[in-house]
């Protein structure tokens, strides 16, 4: 049984979940290689190993990827978003941080009162300190070498282990706007002890200095709610009131 | 070439084993989260990794395989908590392989029938090493065994229950932050990701009480390049936690991960022991039991000594681009199955450090946003020109979430298996091998200089092989490779039996010399003439507050 192009009887469109990169990528890609393997005149059992460098070569994949970014900038109207640093610092024409997209809520969304909320990762008492938000390995670095604050409460808008690693025991709590309770960071801020709220939604920026109460005494989220129904309300984010 | 023919035997063996990996790598990987990392451009890797696994793994483990068998992997897998264990034999063996060959027929630079006698061989490789490591057990994944990963023998288990100490609040917070700081370590380790980290359990100690095992491993200089100077003054290559717990659900799932409910579990934690061991050893060797002094001591200094190599490894990570970063990360996915060349004496040090040209020529494309949206097509959408199963199939695992009375549309006709057509069957025109081309290899990285760190000290990479070739247990031999639990059940009373059960508590704080015909209780009566708590009674303190 022969077939010339690998075209299936049953297909489903590409990029159902939303987006066009799928699409983009894979259509290109596909035609090539079914263009490249008509231009041999071989079988295809005969070319995609022996000759596969013919099927596909470096620089028509990078003419892909050219093309791709052209078309993916014309139609989305911004560049890739990138979960990496250093992405956007490597390849400035290609990405921008998603984390700087428009992450912000509508403050209705919220108890009156409360700048934003997050899942608990584990209950404690609740903290006030001062916001230190650290985006960068810049970040990071300078940390390193000057010391934490006493009283921090990292701003931390990646929920992996990585980028923090050499500080997280030094923050007094952590609000982090991205991942769930089983997030490394969430996995690293319970096993450390430091109160960690993951998930985290804001309805403005937080600024470096300002004063926060985090409302760790809440219960714990459960890690395997799916359900809206089973979760456990979230933790709120208030302004300090000390003195008040 | 290879003339080698699929038999229909094999072809059903093979379908069979795609659709378990895609019972077992959907709800993992859906449970999990986001797979993103401010530091490490973690979806290109990702993807890209899977792709370098499709076409590095069976050329090194036809190679491995010429020395040492699957069996002898598996068994060596039970017998030392080595790199390869629940998440790397599954993942080495056969997800990121499988994974990168959904990849690449969903970008059509292969076909469902490629390779065919590759895609048979790492299918039949992952089976006989994970029937042979669960042989107690007896199944192949822990996702058919609802998230429970009973590998161990009795013998080790017996040792490891008997031996641990009770916690008090010194010792509590001394495992609590080696746990933290090893962690954090171990994901810096491998570029986020958590392949130095592996468990094992539940095993159960009655009422509410379990015992389960944390493994960290590659923990020193190791087949990382990044980890040379840095991690030289890392004491152990391997370090494992065995916990007893009481009133905790645990789970250990094929990624090797263990869940716990409640996810704070350390208030629950009431024994613990520390051990090591490599592939040149074929127990576990206590670190720091001589007292629970000794251990909260160890703990502490262990701890230290990972902590101050963090600063120097993010360091080092942070000095890299982009592409040093997608690289590192496809090497540290990879890394998974470097024990199969290990102990086959069979290492290469270029062969694990280059990424080969086949995934090079991809790279173009890997940008992050599609590393995010091809994982999103292929684990949750089933969707694209390859995506479907055929109009009337529906994917069990997204069924399971459709309710009716709810209006929801029933799943679409998707899924991750890309089974292999019968009409090979018919005319057998479908490539072997995936080397049945000429292949190459590069790396950008800086190049390893250092030794390998093992129990006995660092290794050059020709030490290493020749230790591994003349390597010896009578664990590997008849008649004890031959006795599982099944067979002690019934021969706990032959001296050979015996006789391996007293090799196994040779190092044992409390049970050397016990032999083959102790039970549970037994285990309470020595604890007690120790002058040790069972783990009843510390069950019960740490439930009136002490």
Not at chain 2, 472 to 492: C, I, M, T
Request: aromatic content about 10%.
């Amino acid at each position: 049984m022969k077939y010339a192009t690998g075209q299936p009887k049953w297909a489903f469109p590409e990029d159902t979940l939303g987006g066009v990169l799928t699409g983009m990528t894979r259509t290109k890609v596909i035609a090539q290689v079914n263009a490249n393997l008509e231009a041999s005149g071989r079988s295809w059992s005969a070319t995609v190993n022996q000759d596969w460098a013919q099927l596909l070569t470096r620089e028509q994949m990078q003419a892909i990827a050219d093309s791709i970014l052209t078309e993916f900038q014309q139609t989305e109207g911004r560049k890739f978003y990138a979960g990496a640093e250093i992405s956007v610092l490597d390849k400035p024409h290609m990405y921008v941080l998603r984390s700087e997209g428009d992450i912000y809520y509508d403050a209705a969304e919220f108890a009156p009162g409360a700048i934003g909320d997050g899942d608990n990762v584990f209950r404690t008492d609740d903290v006030t300190g001062n916001v230190l938000v650290i985006r960068k390995v810049a970040d990071v670095n300078r940390l390193i070498d000057d010391g934490v604050p006493e009283g921090t409460i990292a701003v931390i808008d990646d929920s992996g282990g990585t980028l923090t690693a050499p500080l997280l025991p030094d923050f007094e709590a952590v609000i982090c706007l991205a991942g769930t309770v089983r997030s490394h960071l969430g996995i690293l801020g319970r096993e450390f002890g430091v109160p960690t709220l993951m998930a985290s939604r804001l309805s403005r920026p937080l600024i470096d200095g300002e004063r926060v109460t985090v409302k760790y005494s809440t219960e714990a989220q459960d890690a395997e709610a799916f359900l809206e129904e089973d979760r456990k309300p979230r933790a709120l984010i208030v302004p300090a009131t000390e003195g008040a | 070439m290879s003339e080698w023919r699929i038999s229909e035997a094999q072809l059903h063996l093979v379908n069979t084993a795609l659709a378990e990996h895609d019972d077992t790598i959907v709800p993992n990987l859906l449970t999990r989260t986001a797979q993103e990392s401010k530091l490490f451009p973690m979806l290109p890797y990702f993807m890209m990794s899977f792709m370098q696994a499709y076409y590095m793994y069976p050329g090194i483990l036809r190679k491995a395989s010429e020395h040492i068998s699957p069996e002898d992997v598996g068994h060596r897998m039970r017998n030392s908590s080595i790199q390869l264990g629940t998440l790397a034999a599954n993942m080495g063996g056969q997800l990121l392989y499988l994974q990168g060959r959904v990849e690449l027929i969903k970008l059509g630079m292969i076909r469902p029938e490629d390779n065919l006698e590759d895609l048979w061989y790492v299918i039949d490789w992952h089976e006989r090493v994970m029937s042979t490591y669960r042989r107690n057990e007896g199944h192949i994944w822990t996702n058919a065994a609802g998230d429970m990963s009973q590998v161990l023998d009795e013998r080790v288990l017996q040792v490891l229950e008997a031996d641990a100490y009770e916690v008090d609040d010194e010792l509590r917070a001394a495992v609590a932050r080696f746990s933290a700081v090893t962690s954090q370590y171990s994901f810096l380790v491998y570029c986020e990701s958590r392949v130095g980290m592996d468990a094992n359990g539940p095993y159960n100690l009655g009422d509410q009480r379990m015992l389960h095992v944390r493994n960290f491993l590659t923990l020193g200089e190791s087949g990382l390049p990044w980890m040379d100077g840095v991690a030289a003054d890392i004491p152990y290559q391997n370090l494992t936690l065995s916990l007893i717990t009481d009133d905790v659900r645990i789970e250990v799932t094929d990624f090797g991960s263990a869940y716990t409910v409640p996810e704070a579990y350390q208030e629950h934690v009431i024994g613990v022991g520390l051990y090591t061991s490599d592939i040149f050893t074929d127990r576990l060797i206590p670190v720091g039991m001589g007292s629970k002094a000794e251990l909260i001591r160890t703990l502490n200094e262990i701890a230290d000594v990972v902590k101050a190599a963090i600063t120097p490894l993010h360091r080092r990570f942070a000095a890299m681009n982009f592409d040093e970063m997608t690289e590192a990360g496809i090497l540290a996915y990879v890394y998974a199955l470097s024990d199969v060349s290990f102990m086959s004496g069979t290492w290469d040090q270029e062969e694990w450090e280059g990424i080969d040209d086949r995934v090079r020529r991809l790279w173009p494309v890997y940008n992050e946003e599609y590393g995010t949206a091809s994982f999103m097509s292929d684990y949750v959408a089933f969707d694209g020109l390859h995506g479907a199963a055929g109009e009337y199939y529906i994917h069990p695992y997204s069924y399971r979430s459709w309710k009716p009375g709810a209006d929801m549309t029933l799943p679409k006709s998707g899924r991750v298996a890309q089974l292999v057509p019968a009409f090979v069957l018919n005319d057998h025109d479908y490539s072997r091998r995936a080397s049945d081309g000429a292949t190459s290899s590069r790396s950008a990285l800086p190049r390893k200089t250092s030794t390998y760190q093992f129990v006995e000290g660092g290794l050059t990479q020709d030490e290493l092989n020749a230790k591994a070739r003349s390597y010896k247990s009578p664990l590997l031999e008849a008649p004890w490779r031959n006795f599982d639990d099944a067979s002690v059940k019934f021969g706990y009373q032959d001296p050979d039996v015996d006789a391996m059960y007293r090799y196994t508590q040779e190092n044992s704080r409390l049970l050397k010399n016990r032999g083959s015909a102790l039970v549970r209780a037994d285990i309470d009566r020595i604890r007690t003439e120790a002058g040790e708590s069972t783990w009843a009674e510390a069950a019960a303190r740490r439930r009136a507050g002490h």
